[in-house]
């Protein structure tokens, strides 16, 4: 591995040490810390920021929207307690990043992205790198993939007014769905929802966060 990556995973795992008692926990699944070792960051950022790949924050992706903070895409991916054999389902695929660290640990990714030009170079990004088992689509994710679901668990990286009800439709009981909530460029709360085997929703925050906004329409302004 290299020793940018390794020193990336030291820094998540200092970040988690730090916040454990907000997450419960001082360690992340080491599946999940294998995963991220695995996809190089600096595929997902435009060459000029190559330099900053490996840092443990967010970076520009262009259209006003970032690729994650590498601690939280850990700390959501770890909070979905995936299996091998897991369909997940992702709602905002941005750059394609936290879809490759999900596609190291379940059977199958579907991730939806609102802005085309997002998409379709995640798409192509993804499958040049020889990511197989993730696939794309472009629309609005609010009203999640019907068409696939119901899904062992399911991602929001952008923040909701709410848990959108679609979303929690079409996770499986025993399923677990993580979403940031609040109110756009406020800060808010990511939460953990689990619906139980009688499909009853259980809700707990976890920590303060501050993503892009969900968008609850679908149609993009073509300037981006
Ligand atoms: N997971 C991404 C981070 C993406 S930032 C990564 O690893 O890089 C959030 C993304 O959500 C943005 O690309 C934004 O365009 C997208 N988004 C916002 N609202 C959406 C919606 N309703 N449906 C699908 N994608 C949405």
């Known amino acids: 591995m290299k020793s940018s990556i390794k020193r990336m995973l030291a820094e998540i795992e200092g970040e988690v040490a730090y916040t454990r008692s907000l997450i419960g926990k001082s360690k992340l699944d080491p599946r999940v810390m294998a995963a991220i070792g695995k996809v190089s960051r600096e595929m997902?950022?435009?060459?000029?920021?190559?330099?900053?790949?490996?840092?443990?924050?967010?970076?520009?992706?262009?259209?006003?929207?970032?690729?994650?903070?590498?601690?939280?895409?850990?700390?959501m991916t770890d909070l979905l307690q995936l299996e091998p054999d897991h369909i997940v389902l992702?709602?905002?695929?941005?750059?394609?990043?936290?879809?490759?660290?999900?596609?190291?640990?379940?059977?199958?990714?579907?991730?939806?992205?609102r802005i085309p030009a997002l998409a379709d170079a995640s798409a192509a990004r993804l499958?040049?790198?020889?990511?197989?088992?993730?696939?794309?689509?472009?629309?609005?994710?609010?009203?999640?993939?019907?068409?696939?679901?119901?899904?062992?668990?399911?991602?929001?990286?952008?923040?909701?007014?709410?848990?959108?009800?679609?979303?929690?439709?079409?996770?499986?009981?025993?399923?677990?769905?993580?979403?940031?909530?609040?109110?756009?460029?406020?800060?808010?709360?990511?939460?953990?929802?689990e619906k139980d085997a009688q499909g009853k929703t259980h809700t707990r925050d976890i920590l303060g966060v501050a993503f892009v906004p969900l968008q609850e329409e679908t149609s993009v302004n073509k300037d981006g």
């Open 90 to 113: 992702e709602v905002g695929t941005g750059s394609g990043y936290q879809a490759a660290v999900l596609s190291q640990l379940v059977k199958q990714v579907f991730t939806i992205e």
């Open 127 to 193: 499958k040049s790198l020889g990511y197989s088992n993730v696939q794309y689509r472009t629309g609005n994710g609010y009203d999640g993939w019907p068409e696939h679901a119901p899904y062992d668990a399911i991602i929001v990286t952008a923040a909701a007014s709410h848990v959108p009800q679609a979303l929690i439709e079409q996770l499986k009981s025993g399923g677990r769905l993580v979403i940031p909530v609040g109110l756009p460029y406020m800060p808010q709360e990511l939460m953990l929802v």
């Open 44 to 75: 997902f950022v435009s060459p000029d920021l190559k330099d900053f790949a490996y840092d443990n924050g967010p970076l520009p992706i262009g259209y006003g929207q970032t690729i994650s903070q590498p601690y939280i895409v850990a700390l």
